[in-house]
């Protein structure tokens, strides 16, 4: 199978500050990697589109300047949560697939509380 | 958009019954479609996949049937367990088009008591 991880699992964060979530693939090369939002009891939401080598593509209502995205790599992609809020709070997921398109491999989560 | 339509948000089942969940999608040109399971405070799990050229598909314990005309997904549950519990997501993609990513339904919440 395809292996995603997240760093860190959990993060807790004053408010204003920026939080930066790793997401890699373990086992494959991936050009394109998701970022995903998910608020308690509801389905995940996506973010961003992000792309090896080049800028991440956002999705409709979510701030390119505060969820900056870097895909430096074929399996890695970061993404920085910027002056962080409350509302920020949230449970963030990436996924990545082999190819282009296909089957996607979600990553275990990263759980970002502001205070 | 978020696929929205025929689900349950929540379903309880025994232990040892089958289990059904329905998903509705909502774009006629999608093909690709995947079932995931998430347990809570993890990230989604796959289960179980089935592209628009097949009707029906079967793993471990459960089974895909894909409906295109009314574009109606459901998972079947063979003698659900315990560990079965969670919540599961259909999610839809356009293959082909690369870098797309998944639609996701807002998710059925099986509980399965023993």
């Known amino acids: 199978g395809a292996v995603v991880s997240q760093h860190p699992s959990w993060v807790i964060c004053k408010s204003g500050t920026s939080v930066k979530i790793e997401c890699r693939s373990l086992d494959f090369q991936a050009t394109t990697m998701f970022w995903y939002r998910q608020f308690p009891k509801q389905s995940l939401m996506l973010m961003a589109t992000s792309n090896e080598g080049s800028k991440a593509t956002y999705e409709q209502g979510v701030e390119k300047d505060k969820f900056l995205i870097n895909h430096a790599s074929l399996t890695l992609s970061t993404l920085t949560v910027t002056s962080a809020h409350p509302e920020d709070s949230s449970f963030y997921i990436c996924s990545a697939g082999k190819f282009v398109s296909d089957t996607q491999y979600f990553g275990p989560g990263t759980r970002l509380t502001v205070l | 958009g978020e696929s929205v339509g025929l689900h349950l948000p929540t379903l309880s089942v025994q232990e040892g019954d089958n289990s059904i969940i329905n998903c509705a999608y909502s774009n006629s040109a999608s093909d690709y479609f995947i079932w995931y399971k998430q347990e809570s405070g993890k990230g989604p799990q796959f289960i179980i996949d089935?592209?628009?050229?097949?009707d029906k598909r079967q793993g471990q314990r459960v089974t895909v049937l894909l409906n295109k005309t009314v574009k109606h997904l459901s998972l079947q549950i063979a003698a659900t367990q315990p560990g079965d519990s969670a919540v599961y997501f259909c999610a839809e993609n356009i293959m082909g088009q690369a870098g797309t990513a998944l639609i996701f339904g807002k998710g059925t919440t099986l509980s399965v008591s023993s």
């Open positions: 089935i592209r628009s050229n097949m």
